[in-house]
């Protein structure tokens, strides 16, 4: 046995696993702490702080110290920061592959917190910022309405773009048309055709065996010809398909003015001046703003959560896998917060949250997310409050409902309308609402309602319209708003309705729509004028197609002419002809032997 | 790395059982495609240490077969992938998902089990492909390797030194 054995073994494992067990415990901290911060700047692409990281075994619990996550725009602020994070694991659980929570309490959250030095920043931010400053472009209502040139100039009018596709698909077309040209038969070659024709036709035949070889000539000539007409017809195909393409093209290019004026109206709220909806114009941005802030958050936590771990990877070189859960009878998500205590602080004030069933796989355990968030010192004083539920179905459908409500809130110096031409801000107002929303299937349904009382507002204005409706603000103290959203979530619809609409309407709307109309005809002949110039590309390749078109025919015709030539007819003919008359010589030779 | 390079030159060249190398590589082999701290690991490693297999030869494939294991780990992957989501196992991964053990060997997981499974099935030629080739090794190539200029230059560096030392030929 002792040949096959090595007793000795047992000790160098047990020594081994020791050693293991040893070195996890003595350094799974400072292994977490470095996890934390190496893991966290390269998925923010800027640098994580953690002070220390504590972990107790018995029951298993993560304390995270002192955490600042670097804002890669702003290097000088945290994105994120907290000063203490405890999380309850479930050992068990996560050496079977999933990670449950039993509780996280979150102390100090803070957003946008300043940082004692400025953070290294990994990612590249550039392009982001690019996008940002295009969209930008689209993105501030105002009744004094966007530069007509500015408007024009920007390269994401589907006008420019459908005329820049036009172009490059006729260049991309004519270079593929020149190709086929250049291959098509010559009047030269079809000539030479011609008279190789002639000269086959002019052969004397006076045996079988001479029709036959004119025929093996011409069956030379006429595969030649098959071959020209193959090309010609390769040709007309792609003349086809490049005609097809242009009429497409143009016709996108027809219709691109019309949309661009749609986008416009509908980015610049023209719709809304239009029907002098001046609640909205002036208060609709501050409510997607805010809806907006949601969405981004949801964004950025949804892929922490969720972890994509649901749908096999693309098998490749470094392939890591993932887990596969099956049935059982007591299932757990892959990953589980049953209950979460976060105190946030924000310069509007400080927050409680709780969050309990905090996980992407709801169905498992029937059992939806629930949330409150409560604040006693909104802006120095003011009560808010938000209560809601959601839960995401086995086909991502997200089913959830809330509520909120705030009052006694103090506002102080809030900018309404920021642009060089118009500006209007709320000095100071005490503010209260309450709002309710559901969530089924994708789609939003928000009812809220908002009062402003003890207002005091102020702007200025380059125009006589701005100035009439600052100076109509500035005679209100109290104001009232109701916002309605309804539609997909991420698009929906906005309402908001409020008195303010009545109070503004008159002569105010009629200087607006005057203006309005000045724009609109500016906008529409600048685009006009840019649809021109794109169509003269189309002219110009109307008359190559119809050029080459005609070559095509005449060299198509040209072609069957030849190939449906009679020559082996002709000579056949002219061989029987001779045989007979040769027949015919011989007859009467002997019949004037018989009678002669 | 050089110890132990020089400790597998003198396994190769020793009176060494083929058998041993040739198992030890083979272990190193399911070790070296599975991720590391894998139970399949753990169970393996005990095996080598209690059953008398060459520890050299162990250690250096498993190094050599996890560098090739990252080249390999898209086929592992779907190897796991396919076993883990065939409607026909289902009931089986179901009624062993029901255990604790195999979830804690994370056989539930795409590479663990398909490291697992391709570990097994080539196991057994990789164990007769090394023992032929160690025979193969012993016979010929040794030999022929002797009269190499390169190796006699070899002879008389410090690698050859340290397998002197290792084999108990050195001064």
């Known amino acids: 046995m002792n040949r096959y054995l090595r007793w000795q073994g047992l000790a160098s494992f047990a020594v081994i696993i020791l050693l293991i067990v040893a070195f996890i415990y003595f350094f799974i901290e400072s292994i977490v702490k470095n996890g934390i911060e190496y893991g966290g700047s390269y998925y923010l692409g800027a640098e994580v702080n953690v002070e220390a990281v504590e972990i107790n075994y018995n029951p298993f619990e993560l304390n995270i110290h002192g955490l600042q996550a670097t804002d890669p725009e702003k290097p000088s602020v945290n994105l994120v920061s907290f000063s203490q994070a405890t999380a309850s694991i479930d050992v068990w659980q996560y050496l079977f592959g999933k990670v449950i929570i039993d509780q996280v309490v979150v102390d100090a959250l803070a957003f946008s917190s300043p940082r004692a030095y400025p953070g290294k920043v990994t990612k590249d931010i550039t392009d982001e910022n690019g996008e940002q400053e295009e969209s930008e472009l689209f993105s501030t209502p105002d009744i004094s309405l966007p530069d007509v040139n500015t408007l024009l100039d920007n390269a994401d009018l589907q006008t420019v773009k459908q005329s820049k596709l036009l172009e490059q698909t006729y260049q991309q077309e004519k270079a593929k048309l020149k190709g086929l040209k250049d291959n098509l038969p010559s009047k030269e070659k079809l000539a030479d055709y011609k008279t190789q024709l002639t000269a086959l036709s002019k052969v004397k035949v006076k045996t079988l065996a001479d029709v036959e070889k004119i025929k093996a000539d011409f069956d030379k000539i006429k595969k030649q010809f098959k071959a020209d007409q193959a090309i010609v017809k390769q040709a007309k195909e792609q003349l086809q398909q490049s005609k097809d393409l242009l009429v497409e093209h143009t016709a996108a290019l027809k219709n691109a003015p019309e949309q661009d004026w749609q986008a416009i109206e509908s980015k610049y709220q023209l719709d809304k001046v239009d029907g002098a909806d001046f609640a909205h114009i002036l208060f609709g941005e501050q409510a997607r703003d805010y809806y907006e802030y949601g969405q981004v958050f949801l964004e950025k936590v949804k892929p922490l959560v969720s972890g994509n771990n649901d749908k096999p990877e693309e098998i490749n070189m470094g392939a890591k896998g993932r887990f596969v859960h099956f049935s059982e009878a007591e299932p757990l998500p892959d990953f589980l917060i049953k209950k979460a205590n976060i105190s946030i602080v924000s310069p509007q004030g400080d927050f409680s949250a709780v969050i309990e069933e905090l996980n992407y796989q709801h169905w498992l355990r029937n059992l939806p997310t629930t949330y409150q968030v409560v604040s006693t010192n909104v802006m120095g004083g003011g009560d808010a409050k938000l209560d809601g539920e959601f839960s995401l179905s086995q086909d991502n459908d997200v089913n959830g409902l809330g509520n909120w409500a705030f009052n006694q809130v103090k506002l102080t110096e809030v900018a309404l309308q920021e642009s060089s031409k118009f500006t209007l801000a709320i000095e100071q107002a005490n503010l209260a609402g309450k709002g309710e929303f559901s969530l089924a299937s994708g789609n939003i349904t928000s009812s809220n309602s908002i009062n402003l009382s003890q207002a005091v507002f102020n702007g200025s204005g380059e125009s006589k319209v701005t100035n009439m409706v600052i100076d109509t603000f500035k005679g209100m103290d109290k104001l009232a708003l109701g916002i309605n959203a309804s539609g997909p979530m991420l698009s929906p619809q906005w309402q908001i309705s409020s008195p303010l609409n009545d109070i503004l309407k008159g002569a105010v709307q009629q200087q607006l729509q005057q203006k309005l109309a000045g724009f609109k005809s500016k906008v529409q002949s600048g685009l006009s004028d840019k649809l021109a110039s794109a169509l003269e590309i189309n002219s110009s390749a109307d008359g190559e197609i119809v050029e080459l078109d005609k070559l095509l025919t005449d060299t198509d015709g040209a072609l069957d002419d030849l190939k449906n030539s009679d020559v082996i007819k002709q000579k056949q003919d002219e061989l029987k002809n001779k045989a007979t008359d040769k027949v015919k010589d011989k007859l009467k030779g002997k019949l004037g032997d018989l009678f002669g | ?171």
């Open chain 2, 1 to 171: 790395m050089l110890t132990l390079l020089a400790k597998l030159f003198h396994a190769l060249n020793s009176e060494s059982s083929t058998r041993q190398i040739a198992l030890a590589i083979t272990l190193g082999f399911i070790v070296g495609l599975a991720p590391l701290f894998a139970l399949q690991n753990i169970i393996i490693l005990f095996l080598v240490l209690f059953i008398r297999v060459h520890l050299g030869a162990f250690i250096l494939a498993v190094g050599v077969f996890s560098g090739i294991s990252y080249l390999l780990s898209g086929i592992i992957v779907q190897v796991g992938e396919s076993l883990l989501t065939s409607p026909g196992l289902n009931a089986l991964f179901t009624s062993l998902y029901q255990l604790s053990l195999f979830k804690l060997g994370h056989w539930h997981h795409t590479y663990t089990l398909g490291a697992f499974v391709v570990g097994i099935v080539l196991a057994v030629p990789i164990y007769f492909i090394f023992k032929a080739l160690i025979v193969k090794y012993r016979v010929h190539v040794k030999a022929t390797f002797e009269k190499f200029r390169i190796v006699k230059a070899l002879k008389g560096s410090s690698f050859y030194r340290l397998y002197l030392n290792i084999s108990g030929q050195g001064v």
